[in-house]
């Protein structure tokens, strides 16, 4: 007995990658010329016009492809992927140093180039007012 694939919901890829991305319905609408009304019903849409697929696939940062055979399971397991790689012994993940320490070197250099900056300014000062006498 064969079950028969279910086609994937274009409309609902779009929707889903674009939330991933980050970006609302109104800036995917402006990026491709439409309206968010237009948007939104490509979003409930199985299937869209490839030239429209195309241009979504572009400001979303991926291919066509992408956006048909997307699954969550894809996603999970990419981000899964990194994870597992995390387990291999030769590679560290692990912070290293106090970022606030590295924080406060970063405030003390700048301050000692303020310094810096400071005495040669009072050395042209000097140095114009010794001119000048």
Do not use: W
């Amino acid at each position: 007995m064969e079950t028969a694939t279910k086609p994937r919901h274009i409309g609902k890829n779009i929707s889903r990658i674009r939330e991933l991305r980050g970006m609302k319905q109104e800036a995917l609408a402006v990026a491709i010329g439409v309206s968010q009304q237009s948007v939104s019903s490509i979003e409930a849409s199985e299937s869209i016009d490839d030239e429209k697929l195309h241009a979504i696939a572009k400001v979303l940062g991926v291919t066509t492809e992408a956006i048909k055979n997307f699954s969550e399971e894809g996603v999970i397991n990419y981000f899964n992927s990194f994870n597992n790689f995390n387990d291999n012994s030769s590679f560290n993940s692990n912070c290293t140093f106090n970022p606030l320490d590295k924080l406060m070197e970063a405030v003390e250099e700048k301050e000692k180039l303020y310094e810096r900056l400071l005495q040669a300014e009072k050395d042209k000062v000097a140095l114009l007012e010794k001119l000048l006498k």
